[in-house]
């Protein structure tokens, strides 16, 4: 892969992680949502934070979409769960958020993955169709 694919995906991983970070942080401030109270998501969409969020996930979905334009999915998707352990440390440090042993364990998990996938090919590569030239003889 080339330095501009591994910067598509870290901006996967950057966009990603940031964009559900504001996300949380502004419906902290919204309130619950539910059925019984649905102009409460409207009246969430008002809140910055929630804006900066739907801004942050829909460059995600675009650097997302490139990178499996060149990439299979199965490298794709384990090689962005980094983004897990971008989140872990974003909720910490400014949500203030309390993360406990086993989801500590779980994103320790999570790095041994991106490991193992980092290592193999981002591509599948199918050999080509090979046809017999005696078929397209008969063809003709």
Sequence with gaps: MTIRKYLVILSVVFFGSVGDAFLAR?????GAIDIHHLSRVFSALANPFVILGIFFLLAFMSS???????ADLTYVLPATAISYVVMVL????WLHEHVSPQRWIG????????????????????PAAHVPTTALKERA
């Design 64 to 70: 997302y979409m490139t990178a499996l334009s060149f």
């Design 90 to 93: 974003l909720s910490i440090f």
């Design 107 to 126: 994103v320790g998990f999570i790095v041994i993955g991106v490991g193992v996938v980092a290592g193999g090919p981002s591509r599948t590569e199918h």
């Design 26 to 30: 502004g419906m902290k401030n919204a």
